[in-house]
């Protein structure tokens, strides 16, 4: 059975740091992973997704790396900023149609 | 309107009552989903639609009965639901359900009360 853990549960940084968001997850045979952003209370906004056969993604600020030998995923924020401040979720999509979530990172960027 | 957009954003309903959630995508996609978003709990795929047909039922109980009457318009219907029941629920699209094609798109959510 696919789990996906992504740790830390919740971030504070100042802004301005470099931070990474990591997602682990236990069967290596996944088709992609998604990295996605969630405000509170809304839906989610994908970020950047890998597809199995890539080793990363990059758009603007951010970059995802994904390793699957490992099983393992991380997400790169570059010179963090307040409106940076949501809760990131990694999804891994496996065999069939189902994709798998983790509980998220809660990032809180002070400024 | 631009995106996935889903009605009402609200809704509060007793146990015996009947309500659907409406998902609408303006994205050209193939293929939609059911999320449930509980609180201190990871997304839950409830459902899958490619072309109308359903290809997943995650398990989902049947007070829970979706419809996909065309690729852009999905519904979530729900009857004598349970305070447990309560959550956020999500629709997703993606273009289709193949590997390159399977970025998924999500709407802002109907945040679901059950008393």
């Known amino acids: 059975k696919q789990e996906v853990t992504q740790i830390p549960a919740a971030l504070s940084v100042p802004e301005g740091e470099n931070l990474v968001l990591n997602c682990s997850f236990t069967?290596?045979?996944?088709?992609?992973l998604q990295w996605f952003r969630q405000d509170p209370g809304k839906g989610l906004t994908s970020l950047l997704l890998?597809?199995?056969?890539?080793r990363e993604q990059t758009s603007g600020r951010l970059n995802a790396s994904l390793d699957k030998s490992s099983g393992r995923s991380t997400l790169y924020i570059a010179a963090s900023q307040p409106g940076d401040s949501a809760t990131y979720l990694c999804a891994v999509r496996r065999g069939g149609f189902k994709t798998i979530f983790g509980a998220g990172t809660r990032l809180f960027v002070k400024a | 309107e631009t995106g996935v957009t889903q009605t009402p954003r609200h809704l509060v309903m007793g146990m015996t009552n009947k309500k659907s959630l409406k998902c609408e995508q303006h994205?050209?996609?193939?293929?939609m989903y059911w999320y449930k978003q509980s609180a201190k709990k990871p997304l839950e795929l409830m459902f899958v639609?490619?072309?109308?047909?359903?290809?997943e039922n995650n398990s989902v109980p049947s007070r829970f009965s979706p419809e996909c009457p065309n690729s852009s318009h999905l519904f979530l219907h729900l009857h004598t639901l349970q305070p447990e029941d309560s959550a956020l629920y999500l629709c997703a699209s993606s273009q289709d359900l193949r590997e390159v094609h399977y970025e998924q798109y999500f709407g802002p959510g109907t945040r679901l009360t059950v008393t």
């Open positions: 069967d290596s045979a996944i088709y992609n």
């Open positions: 639609y490619s072309l109308e047909e359903r290809v």
């Open positions: 994205l050209g996609h193939n293929a």
């Open positions: 890998i597809q199995s056969s890539q």
